[in-house]
């Protein structure tokens, strides 16, 4: 077994939060086009009929539909989630580094 330097994490704090910028303009974009897929899916539904077949297609239709709402739903949910997580990560890194500084520099002595 080798033993050779403790690994070092390394990150760039405006990289982070540009990334967490990305993630956020993504999941507006999620947002948007889905709207705009949902407006144009409610524009097919007067096509439905009221007979048996067409009932059943209408069913199975927002069925589905309900699912892919919740899927994206859930998508969002965690890019925003990383996004968050990325920022948080980042903010706990630098107060413990700033806790280490502290610890390292006793300050003016008498």
Request: proline share 5%.
């Amino acid at each position: 077994m080798t033993s050779g330097p403790e690994p070092v994490l390394d990150r760039h704090s405006p990289s982070l939060q540009s990334a967490d910028r990305g993630l956020q303009a993504a999941v507006e974009q999620l947002h948007e086009h889905w709207q705009a897929l949902g407006n144009a899916l409610q524009q097919l539904e007067p096509m439905v009929g009221n007979d048996l077949i067409s009932q059943l297609i209408g069913s199975s239709f927002q069925a589905i539909r309900e699912a892919a709402d919740d899927t994206l739903a859930s998508v969002m949910e965690g890019l925003q989630s990383r996004g968050s997580g990325v920022l948080q990560m980042d903010a706990n890194i630098t107060a413990a580094e700033q806790a280490s500084m502290m610890n390292i520099d006793p300050g003016p002595t008498s």
